[in-house]
C-alpha cells in the first residue's frame, strides 16, 4: 500500500513538473480554460459570442418547450362512445360482435368431466372430485334450497310448489332414477330437464355436483337395508327407540327397530 501511493505521488510530481515546463501552474489548471487566457481576443468578440449563444440556447428551448405542447396520443383518437351507431360497418353497429370460438379468460372449460357430466358425448357415472362429508353437507344445503321447494326434502316430489298446481317431477326412488349415472343429474341440474328449468345459471359447477352426491344419499336412505348400516352402528338401530330430551323421562316401550323421524334424539343407554 505505502509503495502504491509513493508511486501515485511520483506520477503527480511528474505532471506537475511537466506543466510548469509547459509554462503554467497545475493548481490553476482546472479552473482556468486555455482557449480564453491563451487565444488574444478582439475587443467585443467574446461578448457578441456570449450572446449568440443565449439566444440559440432560448431559442432550442423554446422548441422544446412547443414541441413537448403538441403530441398525439391514443386517447386523442377517433373513436366511438359505447354501443354508438356506425356507417362503417355493414350491420350499423360500432360494438363487434365476439369472433367465434371466443373464451373470456378464466373461463376455458377444459374439464369436460366436471363441466358437463360427460366424457366423450357420455354421462359419466363418476364424481370429479372426492365426496367427502363435507360435500354432502353442502349437497343438502343447497338442495334444500334449490330444489326441495320441488321434489321436496326425501326427494319424492311432492314438494310445496308442486302442491300448489306446478308438474309433478318424478321421484327420486324410481328405479330408472336410481339406476341413472350421476351424469344425468348433473346434466339436468346444468341444461333442464322437460319442464324443470337449468339451474345453471343459480349453482356453480361444483355446487351441482354436492347436490348431485346429495340425491345419491337421499336415493340410498330410501332404499337402504339393515345391511347397509356399519356393525357397530346397528345396534343402535335394534335398540328401543330413542327418546326425545324434552320428555326423557317418559320411556316409550315396546316397538323395535323405529326409525327416528327427528334429528333432535340422543341414542338410548340400555341396550338389551
Ligand atoms: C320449480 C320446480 C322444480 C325445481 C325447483 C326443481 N325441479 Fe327437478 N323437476 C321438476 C319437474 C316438473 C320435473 C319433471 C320434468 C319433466 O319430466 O318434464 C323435474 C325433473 C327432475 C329430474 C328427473 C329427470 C328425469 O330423468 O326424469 C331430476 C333428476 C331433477 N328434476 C333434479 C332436480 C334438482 C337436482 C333440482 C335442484 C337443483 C331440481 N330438480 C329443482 C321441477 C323442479
Redesign the pocket.
Known amino acids: 500500500m505505502r509503495n502504491e501511493r509513493h508511486i501515485v505521488g511520483g506520477r503527480r510530481n511528474d505532471v506537475r513538473a511537466l506543466w510548469s515546463m509547459a509554462g503554467r501552474r497545475p493548481w490553476t489548471l482546472r479552473r482556468e480554460r486555455p482557449i480564453k487566457d491563451e487565444r488574444p481576443q478582439a475587443i467585443g468578440e467574446a461578448p457578441r459570442r456570449r450572446w449568440t449563444n443565449v439566444v440559440i440556447g432560448m431559442g432550442v428551448g423554446l422548441c422544446l418547450v412547443l414541441v413537448s405542447g403538441c403530441r398525439l396520443d391514443m386517447h386523442d383518437q377517433p373513436r366511438y362512445k359505447p354501443l354508438a351507431a356506425s356507417r362503417f360497418f355493414p350491420d350499423g353497429r360500432s360494438a363487434r360482435p365476439l369472433v367465434k370460438g371466443t373464451v373470456a379468460r378464466g373461463h376455458l372449460r377444459l374439464d369436460e368431466h366436471f363441466y358437463t357430466g360427460k366424457v366423450n358425448g357420455q354421462l359419466v357415472d363418476t364424481f370429479p372430485f372426492p365426496i367427502t362429508r363435507q360435500v354432502l353437507e353442502r349437497g343438502r344445503e ?2 334444500n334450497i ?6 321436496d326434502r326425501t326427494g319424492s ?1 311432492r ?1 310445496m ?2 302442491e300448489r298446481g ?5 321421484s ?1 326412488h324410481i328405479e ?2 336410481q339406476k ?1 349415472p350421476v351424469g ?2 348433473y346434466d ?2 346444468t341444461n333442464g ?5 337449468s ?1 345453471a345459471s343459480r ?1 356453480p359447477p361444483r355446487d ?1 355436483w354436492a ?2 352426491a346429495y ?1 345419491r344419499a337421499l336415493q340410498l336412505s330410501q332404499n337402504a337395508t339393515l345391511d347397509d348400516v356399519p356393525p357397530e352402528e346397528r345396534a343402535k338401530l335394534l335398540a328401543p327407540p330413542a327418546v326425545k330430551r324434552h320428555d326423557a323421562g317418559i320411556q316409550e316401550q315396546g316397538s323395535s327397530g323405529a326409525r327416528s323421524t327427528t334429528g333432535d334424539q340422543s341414542p338410548t343407554t340400555n341396550h338389551e
Open positions: 343447497r338442495y334449490f330444489c326441495a321447494v320441488c321434489h316430489g314438494g310448489i308442486v306446478f308438474p309433478h317431477p318424478p327420486f330408472r332414477l341413472a344425468h343429474f339436468v341440474i330437464f322437460g319442464r324443470m328449468y339451474y349453482i351441482r347436490i348431485v340425491i
